[in-house]
Nanobody, 128 residues
Framework: QVQLVESGGGSVQAGGSLTLSCAASPITYSSACMGWFRQPPGKEREGVAA????????FYADSVEGRFTISHDNNNYTLYLQMNSLKPEDSAIYYCAARRSGSICGGGWKMQTLYPYWGQGTQVTVSS
């Protein structure tokens, strides 16, 4: 059964840090491009970062490059998003998403229609 469960959201002051986790079922995690997306209040959902579990390349939105880090724990089928130097504009519901097994993240990593599997989301609020 495909399952993605996010955790780690919360409230933090500007400049602070949070780490989001996404626990995946093994079948979802296996060799699949996985990503983080976010939806700020009143705005459309947007891509934040993406990566494959067994590849070294990482993809980031310009707005988070240098502040956020996406990583995997392959032993526990978990995807992480380390968020540093948080800004109020980072406030959003953050979603974990996965593509089908064998998919490779690439230039189209932000295309949400390529991700059939989504978590329920976790709220991140950054106060100024």
């Amino acid at each position: 059964q495909v399952q993605l469960v996010e955790s780690g959201g919360g409230s933090v002051q500007a400049g602070g840090s949070l780490t989001l986790s996404c626990a995946a079922s093994p079948i979802t995690y296996s060799s699949a491009c996985m990503g983080w997306f976010r939806q700020p209040p009143g705005k459309e959902r947007e891509g934040v970062a993406a990566a494959n579990p067994n590849r070294s390349d990482r993809f980031y939105a310009d707005s988070v490059e240098g502040r956020f880090t996406i990583s995997h724990d392959n032993n526990n089928y978990t995807l992480y998003l380390q968020m540093n130097s948080l800004k109020p504009e980072d406030s959003a519901i953050y979603y974990c998403a996965a593509r089908r097994s064998g998919s490779i993240c690439g230039g189209g990593w932000k295309m949400q229609t390529l991700y059939p599997y989504w978590g329920q989301g976790t709220q991140v609020t950054v106060s100024s």
